[in-house]
């Protein structure tokens, strides 16, 4: 799973340690025993260093292609924050980015997600 994280600062992304290399959302694998929002909230934890609330559901992205490393399904949520993220785990850095300013070099189909996202916060 992956969490668009938000406040009026803008997006939450990582720079990320490993391959595939580049910004992301903060997110991974849920463990056993884990539901999705928990497995959400402890990734966004240990990659930015914040603690997320007003969990809500995005979409889920089952294209096959969608990770280089193999075939992954996600849940995407949207989440706020306050603070500063700190890079944390598998994250090199955690940073803000205004909606308007994002980084060029997006991995996996997260750019999709933060669209979607966004697109639904026009709606409210």
Not at 23 to 51: K, M, N, Q, Y
């Amino acid at each position: 799973m992956d969490a668009v994280i938000s406040n009026g600062r803008g997006i939450v992304l990582i720079r990320r340690k490993n391959e595939p290399h580049g910004w992301a959302l903060p997110g991974g694998f849920v463990d056993i025993g884990e539901t999705v929002e928990e497995a959400v909230a402890r990734e966004a934890l240990e990659e930015t260093g914040l603690s997320i609330t007003d969990l809500r559901l995005v979409g889920v992205y089952s294209n096959p292609n969608r990770d280089p490393r193999f075939h992954t399904v996600s849940i995407a949520f949207s989440a706020h924050a306050e603070g500063d993220p700190i890079g944390g785990d598998d994250a090199a850095e955690a940073v803000y980015f205004s909606t308007s300013n994002l980084p060029k070099n997006i991995v996996f189909d997260h750019e999709d997600i933060i669209n979607d996202h966004l697109k639904s916060m026009s709606f409210k």
